[in-house]
């Protein structure tokens, strides 16, 4: 059954079906737009390769998730080891995140997500504060600082006033495994000069797996005021406190005889359950931007932001602390001018800098209980990044980018017990960033695009002072230079788009996890990374959106990622890990998303994602297997009275009831590897929509 099922998959991607589809004079081809950078630009002639999820996109799924729509993304993977323990895979960067997401640059709005230290706490972001996820692929460190993956926006609820304009709605729903989520969300604008935007939500379920609850609750504003023609004034607020338990990883056997234990008690070390593992987050974030026009064709754009994170982690071993402040702006200026009627420049110069200062703190853990200290550390770092950008069109036909950026970074670390050391500084090794792209439009349907960019990444702090409390001078940045060339092609009614990638990436000191005996975890440089993948993303409207008849609509989106990630170079402890296949990176990924509307307001979302085997070991000795995720959202809008909406819905996860792990542990000591996810289940719940 799994053959036939990969088999009639892959073969539907590649078909002719899947490129080919009947062509009616409807749409301008010219109507699809995307904002990857500082303005919006036509998809079709672009020369990244990105995609922005919906916010549409974003509700197909179970309340509360991100994963399933994420992962329909070519060359994106996001796990989630646990319920809240989110892991971002963009393009292979998952080999070095035990838990949060790094090697990669996550903006909210108009501020850094990423901290200083290089961690993203993305887990407390929910679905419902998203207007529009903006992911752009492959490294650029030239415009948005370090980064050898690639650069995400999350764009905020409400930013874009106009789609949306005043309305209210709250939603309630609740699945198995005491899974609740409640929702409510305001958008509203006093006057043509001021509009704000608020969402809060609750979630809390005990989940599948023993040690695995998960309580939640995040709140976030944005407000745009807009004085004059020539200034704008954004702010954004995000709070959260967040808290869920870590059931920890469990050998092969254990996970045949209990997929929903938890780590038991080990030699000397006791239970997962016994030291009530899990983390504690407790972060605000917030920022204020000024745009001012300058000239006509000149504005200045300028940003202050800033955040603090407490964390408590209690693990096996000990009793973590973190205490996390960091300040940071950005500043630029953009430039926009027709050279004549077939030419037009944009320009954009302009500044980021982030610092960031963190207390840790280790101490015994007792069943759940700190007590005495271990270890207790200070730690800091700047990040400072200059950079230009030009980009040269020509009345659509061709574009062509460039952009250079300077980093300049460092490190200070201070040992406040066992014993008390000095400040030690660490001056890294300033590094310029360079990129180059171009895309022509050889055809009003086709674009080809080429594009070489320098990718680099620093240690996080979370890396440099890992879990087992030692603080690694040693570790380097990984860097390495991509290589990449794409075609899209959008039929004329636009009821069809292709977008087709294929890159090659040598990384070069890439950075990997290894975990000791007590389960701590450590970092070390691999040599070589070698990543050659083609990616392939085909949207469809089987049935263009009508009025008339019962169905009104049928879109299909497929994804396809081949990936071959290799140690190229990679020697340590003695054992030689050359042509290995890169942890934690499968080879084939593939997803379908079907969306079905009905004239008597009923929807149907269903979507399919397949992934192949994972090796979980640089040695590629353990596996997880392949396997099938089926999942389906059925809704039914109901009007009420006028600008009033109740919707109802349910839904199913994991219909075929696989065995499989939406995050398994990497280089676990012990064949600690797994994390098995839920098995089938289901959800329902409804909301109210005020206009």
Same mark, same amino acid.
């Given at each position: 059954?799994?053959?036939?099922?990969?088999?009639?998959?892959?073969?539907?991607?590649?078909?002719?079906?899947?490129?080919?589809?009947?062509?009616?004079?409807?749409?301008?081809?010219?109507?699809? #737009?995307?904002?990857?950078?500082? %303005?919006?630009?036509?998809?079709?002639?672009?020369?990244?390769? @990105?995609?922005?999820?919906?916010?549409?996109?974003?509700?197909?799924?179970?309340?509360?998730?991100?994963?399933?729509?994420?992962?329909?993304?070519?060359?994106?993977?996001?796990?989630?080891?646990?319920?809240?323990?989110?892991?971002?895979?963009?393009?292979?960067?998952?080999?070095?995140?035990?838990?949060?997401?790094?090697?990669?640059?996550?903006? $909210?709005?108009?501020?850094?997500?990423?901290? /200083?230290?290089?961690?993203?706490?993305?887990?407390?972001?929910?679905?419902?504060?998203?207007?529009?996820?903006?992911?752009?692929? +492959?490294?650029?460190?030239?415009?948005? @600082?370090?980064?050898?993956?690639?650069?995400?926006?999350?764009v905020p609820r409400g930013s874009n006033y106009q789609q949306?304009?005043?309305?209210?709605?709250?939603?309630?729903?609740?699945?198995?495994?005491?899974?609740?989520?409640?929702?409510?969300?305001?958008?509203?604008?006093?006057?043509?000069?001021?509009?704000?935007?608020?969402?809060?939500?609750?979630?809390?379920?005990?989940?599948?797996?023993?040690?695995?609850?998960?309580?939640?609750?995040?709140?976030?504003?944005?407000?745009?005021?807009?004085?004059?023609?020539?200034?704008?004034?954004?702010?954004?607020?995000?709070?959260?406190?967040?808290?869920?338990?870590?059931?920890? +990883?469990?050998?092969?056997?254990?996970?045949?005889?209990?997929?929903?234990?938890?780590?038991? /008690? &080990?030699?000397?070390?006791?239970?997962?359950?016994?030291?009530?593992?899990?983390?504690?987050?407790?972060?605000? =974030?917030?920022?204020?931007?000024?745009?001012?026009?300058?000239?006509?064709? =000149?504005?200045?754009?300028?940003?202050?932001?800033?955040?603090?994170?407490?964390?408590?982690?209690?693990?096996?071993?000990?009793?973590?602390?973190?205490?996390?402040?960091?300040?940071? =702006?950005?500043?630029?200026?953009? #430039?926009?001018?027709?050279?004549?009627?077939?030419?037009?420049?944009?320009?954009?110069?302009? !500044?980021?800098?982030?610092?960031?200062?963190?207390?840790?703190?280790?101490?015994?853990?007792?069943?759940?209980?700190?007590? @005495?200290?271990?270890?207790?550390?200070?730690? +800091?770092?700047?990040?400072?990044?200059?950079?230009?950008?030009?980009?040269?069109?020509?009345?659509?036909? $061709?574009?062509?980018?460039?952009?250079?950026?300077?980093?300049?970074?460092?490190?200070?670390?201070?040992?406040?017990?066992?014993?008390?050391? @000095?400040?030690?500084?660490?001056?890294?090794?300033?590094?310029?960033?360079?990129?180059l792209a171009y895309s022509y439009r050889v055809h009003p349907?086709?674009?080809?695009?080429?594009?070489?960019?320098?990718?680099?990444?620093?240690?996080?702090?979370?890396?440099?002072?890992?879990?087992?409390?030692? !603080?690694?001078?040693?570790?380097? /940045?990984?860097?390495?230079?991509?290589?990449?060339?794409? $075609?899209? $092609?959008?039929?004329?009614?636009?009821?069809?788009?292709?977008?087709?990638?294929?890159?090659?990436?040598?990384?070069?000191?890439? !950075?990997?996890?290894?975990?000791?005996?007590?389960?701590?975890?450590?970092?070390?440089? &691999?040599?070589?990374?070698?990543?050659?993948? !083609?990616?392939?993303?085909?949207?469809?409207?089987?049935?263009?959106?009508?009025?008339?008849?019962?169905?009104?609509s049928i879109n299909w989106d497929m994804g396809l990622t081949?990936?071959?990630?290799?140690?190229?170079?990679?020697?340590?402890?003695?054992?030689?890990?050359?042509?290995?296949?890169?942890?934690?990176?499968?080879?084939?990924?593939?997803?379908?998303? =079907?969306?079905?509307?009905?004239?008597?307001?009923?929807?149907?979302?269903?979507?399919?994602?397949?992934?192949?085997?994972?090796?979980?070991?640089?040695?590629?000795?353990?596996?997880?297997?392949?396997?099938?995720?089926?999942?389906?959202?059925?809704?039914?809008?109901?009007?009420?009275?006028?600008?009033?909406?109740?919707?109802?819905? /349910?839904? &199913?996860? %994991?219909?075929?009831?696989?065995?499989?792990?939406?995050?398994?542990?990497?280089?676990?000591? +012990?064949?600690?590897?797994?994390?098995?996810?839920?098995?089938?289940?289901?959800?329902?719940?409804?909301?109210?929509?005020?206009?």
């Open positions: 059954m799994r053959q036939v099922l990969n088999l009639l998959t892959v073969l539907f991607v590649l078909s002719p079906f899947g490129i080919q589809a009947q062509e009616e004079a409807a749409q301008n081809i010219d109507s699809v #737009y995307v904002n990857l950078y500082f %303005n919006p630009q036509l998809l079709l002639s672009s020369p990244s390769s @990105g995609k922005s999820i919906s916010q549409s996109s974003l509700a197909s799924q179970q309340p509360g998730q991100l994963s399933a729509v994420v992962n329909t993304v070519p060359g994106v993977r996001m796990e989630e080891r646990s319920p809240g323990s989110y892991r971002f895979t963009l393009r292979g960067s998952t080999i070095r995140s035990p838990f949060g997401v790094r090697n990669l640059k996550v903006y $909210w709005g108009d501020i850094p997500l990423t901290d /200083a230290g290089g961690n993203t706490y993305l887990n407390l972001i929910d679905p419902s504060f998203l207007e529009s996820i903006e992911i752009l692929k +492959g490294p650029d460190a030239s415009v948005y @600082g370090p980064n050898s993956a690639g650069v995400i926006r999350l949306g304009g005043n309305q209210v709605d709250v939603q309630l729903s609740g699945g198995s495994f005491g899974r609740f989520d409640q929702q409510a969300h305001l958008s509203y604008s006093p006057s043509d000069k001021y509009h704000f935007s608020m969402g809060q939500v609750f979630n809390r379920a005990d989940n599948y797996r023993d040690q695995s609850a998960l309580n939640k609750k995040s709140f976030y504003t944005f407000h745009q005021w807009d004085p004059s023609i020539k200034h704008s004034f954004k702010m954004h607020l995000l709070l959260s406190d967040m808290h869920y338990e870590t059931p920890g +990883g469990l050998t092969i056997d254990q996970m045949n005889e209990n997929p929903k234990g938890s780590r038991p /008690a &080990a030699g000397n070390n006791p239970s997962a359950k016994e030291q009530h593992a899990g983390t504690y987050n407790k972060t605000i =974030l917030g920022g204020l931007t000024h745009q001012m026009t300058v000239l006509p064709n =000149l504005s200045l754009n300028s940003s202050i932001f800033g955040s603090y994170t407490d964390f408590r982690n209690p693990f096996i071993t000990n009793y973590e602390y973190r205490f996390e402040n960091n300040l940071g =702006l950005r500043a630029y200026l953009n #430039y926009q001018k027709s050279l004549s009627r077939e030419y037009s420049l944009d320009v954009q110069a302009g !500044i980021e800098g982030q610092w960031a200062n963190h207390q840790i703190r280790n101490q015994d853990n007792d069943n759940g209980t700190p007590t @005495g200290l271990q270890t207790e550390d200070k730690l +800091g770092n700047h990040i400072f990044n200059t950079f230009l950008k030009m980009t040269l069109n020509k009345h659509d036909l $061709w574009s062509l980018e460039a952009s250079l950026g300077h980093n300049n970074h460092g490190l200070y670390f201070s040992q406040q017990y066992p014993e008390e050391i @000095g400040k030690t500084n660490i001056t890294l090794k300033d590094n310029w960033m360079p990129r349907q086709h674009a080809l695009r080429l594009s070489i960019s320098k990718g680099f990444s620093l240690p996080t702090l979370a890396e440099v002072r890992s879990s087992d409390q030692k !603080i690694n001078t040693d570790l380097k /940045a990984e860097q390495g230079i991509n290589y990449e060339l794409g $075609w899209r $092609w959008h039929s004329r009614s636009q009821r069809v788009r292709t977008d087709l990638s294929a890159y090659y990436y040598l990384l070069n000191d890439g !950075i990997v996890r290894s975990i000791d005996e007590n389960g701590n975890d450590y970092y070390q440089n &691999a040599g070589e990374i070698e990543q050659k993948a !083609i990616e392939l993303n085909t949207l469809l409207q089987l049935i263009k959106p009508k009025e008339t008849g019962f169905l009104q081949l990936q071959d990630y290799k140690f190229k170079s990679y020697q340590i402890a003695g054992e030689n890990y050359d042509n290995n296949r890169v942890t934690s990176t499968p080879r084939t990924t593939i997803s379908n998303t =079907l969306s079905i509307s009905s004239n008597n307001k009923w929807q149907l979302n269903i979507l399919h994602y397949y992934s192949s085997d994972i090796p979980l070991d640089d040695a590629n000795t353990v596996f997880a297997e392949s396997y099938h995720l089926l999942q389906a959202k059925l809704l039914r809008q109901l009007p009420l009275a006028k600008g009033k909406q109740l919707t109802v819905f /349910a839904g &199913a996860d %994991n219909l075929l009831n696989q065995k499989y792990s939406m995050g398994n542990d990497i280089n676990a000591f +012990g064949g600690r590897f797994f994390n098995p996810a839920p098995s089938r289940n289901f959800y329902a719940g409804l909301s109210l929509l005020i206009k």
